[in-house]
T-cell receptor, first 114, second 113 residues
Framework: QQQVKQSPQSLIVQKGGIPIINCAYE??????FPWYQQFPGKGPALLIA?????SEKKEGRFTISFNKSAKQFSLHIMDSQPGDSATYFC?????????????FGKGTKLTVNP | EPEVTQTPSHQVTQMGQEVILRCVPI?????FYWYRQILGQKVEFLVS????????KSEIFDDQFSVERPDGSNFTLKIRSTKLEDSAMYFC???????????FGPGTRLTVL
């Protein structure tokens, strides 16, 4: 199964809140899990990425939690700001396994109210 | 900061016409990709390209599609005979190696009438 399932489809939080976006996958051959942020009219931009040998990665206000046994990973945004309002995509690939194509989730539209 | 650029930003064409979408990847990158995003849907992989040949393609990338790196800097996607369902945002991406981050361009919005 090549799919990556992402939820929720949309999310509204207040400034300072901690939105959490979840993704699940079936293919255990996936070995690279990036999160992309997309603003309207722009291309996706890499936010943070993780490989399955670690359970958590933090960069600034963004944290990925990775649960290999459950085949799930999630993005947490600490102290969210209105400027974080964007669509977030999780993705997966098997770059070390010979396929670097990114398989994307359907996206989560995040709105952070001031 | 180096970035991927794409032209045109918006292309309108009639069904059955050929279109060429152009991309300039980041200069020292060796791996190139095309993805598309139909309005409101997820980003979908079309094709990857390395060492002047296709390394992987999806089922979407049928005989109507082709890619080329004509001059060592541009990377193009050609759709020979466009269909209504080809209307989408097309993103080019590039990376320095197979394991590196893929950097996306701003996209070309293709509208087929």
């Amino acid at each position: 199964q090549q799919q990556v399932k992402q939820s929720p489809q949309s999310l509204i939080v207040q400034k300072g809140g901690i939105p959490i976006i979840n993704c699940a996958y079936e293919n255990t051959a996936f070995d690279y899990f990036p999160w992309y942020q997309q603003f309207p009219g722009k291309g996706p931009a890499l936010l943070i990425a993780i490989r399955p040998d670690v359970s958590e990665k933090k960069e600034g206000r963004f944290t990925i939690s990775f649960n290999k046994s459950a085949k799930q990973f999630s993005l947490h945004i600490m102290d969210s700001q209105p400027g974080d309002s964007a669509t977030y995509f999780c993705a997966a690939s098997m770059a070390q396994g010979g396929s670097e194509k990114l398989v994307f989730g359907k996206g989560t539209k995040l709105t952070v109210n001031p | 900061e180096p970035e991927v650029t794409q032209t045109p930003s918006h292309q309108v064409t009639q069904m059955g016409q050929e279109v060429i979408l152009r991309c300039v990847p980041i200069s020292n990158h060796l791996y190139f990709y095309w993805y598309r995003q139909i309005l409101g849907q997820k980003v979908e992989f079309l094709v990857s390209f390395y060492n002047n040949e296709i390394s992987e393609k999806s089922e979407i990338f049928d005989d109507q599609f082709s890619v080329e790196r004509p001059d060592g800097s541009n990377f193009t996607l050609k759709i020979r005979s466009t269909k209504l369902e080809d209307s989408a945002m097309y993103f080019c991406a590039s990376s320095g190696s197979r394991l590196d981050t893929q950097y996306f361009g701003p996209g070309t919005r293709l509208t087929v009438l």
